[in-house]
Structures are given as structure tokens and as C-alpha cells.
């Protein structure tokens, strides 16, 4: 029977999102458990020490779904062992086990049962052309999502999330088709920024996104729990994001807002690599320290040729509720300063306005809770900016 996700039923997940078990020991040590009994009489090894088994997966309702890795000198009833060993874990409800060729799995840097040995690269000489490296993955371009723009930062909490929201919102009450992607798979807030926390639909193979404040969202927070930490290397991080751009039925966009986690790491270079990114909007806020970590971000998008479309400052300063003169708590003037040396425009200076961190606990966002305030009308002409 075809494997599917109870959360999001009729799509083979190509990404084994692993869940935290209930239980008191979980299905995952379990699964393991029961693996390192079986010996392969081959190599005298089990397979988990013999690193034959990997990428177990579990769902809530134990569903059990691994990678199997045989040699073709292996003995291929081995496989039906394993999944009836697997079948009797308690706890398991229904075992899929994907056989890749062992021989594969080292030629693409897999350790298998045997890893293959690297062979030591070889010093250049002079006088001899160095051997041609692989090409890097050209984007791909994603018309129907119209412009893609990545929302950056250096660092976190200078509010970069805030800002994806209350633009998305922005323009869709301009009357825009708008979708926001969560690519920070590190700490996806925006179900929580949208008020909006439900396994989305799936139709035909592709996930729906849900919907808020006129705005489509796809977040990894939609398929796993609240608690669970995301422990993934690169390769799964490219695999998210290409997922949620090829396989979530977004429709016919004008905007899709991209909201990165802070850094400069692998989510970064999976969306370069992944897609043609319109642009980039770094948001800082006027410290010092906030400025030098947004400047690395966007020298970052410079040097794999996305255009930084400019930069938003945020918390810029804070209304005394008694006299409304405004205090700068983190300082002054570093948006400008960073705008200056990157010779790009500072699109706008945002208010820290107590509402806008209530609005984003409650999923209403500012423009919504509180167009009328000075946090509301800044973002609303940064939006303004962006579709002219």
C-alpha cells in the first residue's frame, strides 16, 4: 500500500520529516533496536552498525519508513527480514522499506556497508590546466510566482519575520496575489504570526497552502510538532526548499516573499541555487552589532548575483506613550549607514511599537490590528516601494 503522511494524506513526503514519539522510549530506538539484531551474513555486521540501515522515519500513528542499502552480493530475502522484523516493533502500524543499491549510495557519498575510499587529490603542477570542476546547479524559473524576493537578516531577533508579514499583508490589500514561504526551517513562526496552524491539504500530488489575511503560506511548521527540533544537515534543508517551491500548488502569484532564517548558511544557498530570486531586503536593526552581521547577509546575496533591493530598519526608535518624542534605545542611523556602503536605498525606518510584537503572537499583524499607527504606515509605504 503507497506510504502517506496522516498529516498530509496522498502525498509520498520525499522528505522523511522524523516526529517526536509520546511514548516513553521512542519508535525511532525502538526500530533501531529491533535492526541491530539482524546480522547480515555477509559482512557479520548488523545493520545499523554496518550503516546499511538509514534515514528512519516514524509518523504519530507508526508509520515506519528507512532506506535499506544492499550490495549486489547480498542476499535479497535480507529485505523481507527486515521489514517483518520492523513489523513486529510495537507500536508500528504499517513498514516501508526503500532498497538502494549499496554500490549507488557510496558513489554519491552515502556511507554504505563498504564506504568507498576516498583517493587523495592531487597537488596542481605548473604548467598544466587544472582539471575541470563540476558545474553549479543553474535556478530555475518559477514565472507563476511572479517576483520572488528574500527576506534576510544577519542575525535573529531584529524582527526580519515582522517585516515578511506586514509586506505580504501590504500588498495584498493593494490588491496583490501574494504567497510567503517559510525557509527558516530552524524556527518556522508564521502559523503562529498568521494565526494560522493546520496540516494543509493535498490535491493531485501537490500540498495547498493555507490562507491568511489575503496572503497564501507554506511553512515546515505545518508538518511537524511545535517541539520538534530541526536537526538537518544541508542536503534536507535543499530538499525543503525545493519541495515548497515545485510541489505546493501556489497558483498564479504576483509576489512571493521569502522568509529566511538569519545567517548566511544552507537555506541561503539552497534558494539561489533552487530558483531566480528577484531580490533581496535585508532587514537590521541600528546597533552596531546588528549592522556588521546585515552587511556579511547582504554581501552574501551580492556575491552569488541576487540585486539587494534595499534595506528596512527596524526598531528604529520608540515613542514615549506620555510626550510621543521618539527615543533611539539601540542607537541611531545605522540603516542609513549600511544602506550608504552597500549603495542601496533605505526603503523605510519602522517604529518599535509595542502592538506589533502583540499582533504577531495573536497572527494579527500590525497593518491589519492597527493601520492608523506610525509601525502600520511605515510598512505600508516600504510595500508601496516595492510595487512601483
Known sequence: ?????????????????????????????????????????????????????????????????FELRLASADDATLARTVRQAVEKVDGVTDVRVDVRDATAAAAAGVTAAEPAVKKPRPLPVMGQPEPARPSAPQPSAFPQLGRIIAVSS????????????????????????????????YGPNLPIMLGVNEPPMVENEKIIPLEAHGVKVMSLGFLIERDQPAIWRGPIVMKIVTQF?????????????????????????????????????????????????????AKMFERVGVPVLGIVE???????????????IFGSGGGQRLADELGVPLLGQVPLHPPVLEGGDTGQPIVVADPACSAAKR?????????A
Open 1 to 65: 500500500m503507497p506510504y502517506s503522511d496522516p498529516r498530509t494524506p496522498g502525498i509520498l513526503p520525499r522528505i522523511p520529516f522524523p516526529v517526536r514519539s509520546r511514548m516513553p522510549q521512542s519508535l525511532t530506538a525502538r526500530v533501531s533496536a529491533a535492526l541491530t539484531q539482524i546480522t547480515n551474513p555477509r559482512t557479520g555486521q548488523d545493520l545499523v552498525t554496518s550503516e546499511q540501515v538509514a534515514n528512519i522515519a516514524v509518523t504519530l500513528d507508526g508509520k515506519v519508513r
Open 154 to 185: 544577519g542575525k535573529g531577533g531584529v524582527g526580519k519575520s515582522t517585516v515578511t508579514v506586514n509586506l505580504a499583508v501590504a500588498l495584498a490589500q493593494r490588491g496583490k496575489r501574494v504567497g510567503v514561504l517559510d525557509a527558516d526551517v
Open 245 to 297: 517551491l515545485n510541489d505546493v500548488q501556489w497558483g498564479q502569484l504576483d509576489y512571493l516573499f521569502v522568509d529566511m532564517p538569519p545567517g548566511t548558511g544552507d537555506a541561503q544557498l539552497s534558494l539561489v541555487q533552487a530558483a531566480k530570486i528577484d531580490g533581496a531586503i535585508i532587514v537590521t536593526t541600528p546597533q552596531e552589532v546588528a549592522i556588521g552581521d546585515a552587511l556579511r547577509g
Open 314 to 328: 527596524n526598531m528604529s526608535w520608540f515613542e514615549s506613550p506620555e510626550t510621543g518624542k521618539p527615543m533611539a
Open 379 to 387: 510598512l505600508a509605504v516600504v510595500a508601496a516601494k516595492l510595487d
